[in-house]
């Protein structure tokens, strides 16, 4: 399945390179609204919230509402995930607050779970180096994205896992990367990172992942149909 994203950054919907080089901005939120109305799940980040650099909640609570989504980005408390739910998201995306010391924060995760259910919990498992990365994948720890899965297992209901390494450059993801997380979980797992084709997006499905994509659908480069 193919998951659309929407990043949100400076009260805009951008597209970074790396996470870092912007490479698309715009203030039209309504019309991706409109555009992605059609899909059954849409990603939704805060990269200011998970930066540590401000809040786009606004825009969240707008675009959460409006459209079937999983909502990252910031979630670092049980109640601003509890919040986010209310505004309407199906699950919330938590990744650095899942790791503490540079390994996997297993107090935090069974509290998340525990109070919100862990099918409402999905975990971010970000690669780079072949390590995990956080906070806006700004800091490497020294976990590998398999055993972060691994440990993270009970406390969710689905793993989304980004490679790091080739986001935003619309060169392909890495399958091999994706597929060893694959087998280190019975969980669901969502891949991002590159992805830029509609072959990569079918090969994951087969393979039953599910696939998020931006910047492909953003510069025209995947053509995908509208409602």
Request: net charge negative; aromatic share 6%.
């Amino acid at each position: 399945m193919l998951i659309p994203s929407i990043d949100l950054k400076g009260g805009q919907i951008v597209q970074l390179v790396q996470g870092e080089r912007p490479a698309i901005a715009t203030d039209d939120v309504d019309l991706w609204i409109s555009r992605f109305s059609g899909f059954p799940c849409v990603q939704l980040i805060d990269l200011d919230a998970a930066m540590g650099t401000g809040t786009n909640a606004n825009l969240v609570r707008q675009v959460a509402s409006s459209l079937p989504c999983r909502v990252g980005g910031g979630i670092r408390s049980v109640d601003r995930a509890a919040e986010v739910l209310d505004y309407g998201a199906k699950a919330v995306i938590v990744g650095s607050s899942l790791f503490q010391e540079g390994n996997p924060n297993i107090d935090f995760a069974d509290k998340l779970a525990s109070t919100i259910g862990p099918d409402h919990v999905i975990a971010a498992v970000d690669s780079k180096d072949g390590r995990v990365v956080i906070k806006g994948w700004t800091e490497a720890t020294s976990i590998t994205a398999v055993d972060a899965v691994r440990a993270l297992e009970p406390f969710c209901g689905e793993f989304l896992y980004t490679h790091v390494d080739k986001e935003g450059l619309m060169e392909g993801t890495d399958l091999e990367a994706i597929l060893a997380v694959k087998r280190a979980t019975a969980r669901r797992l969502t891949a991002a990172g590159g992805i830029t084709t509609q072959a990569e997006i079918d090969q994951l499905d087969g393979e039953n992942i599910d696939a998020v994509v931006g910047m492909a659908i953003y510069t025209g480069r995947l053509e995908i149909k509208y409602p």
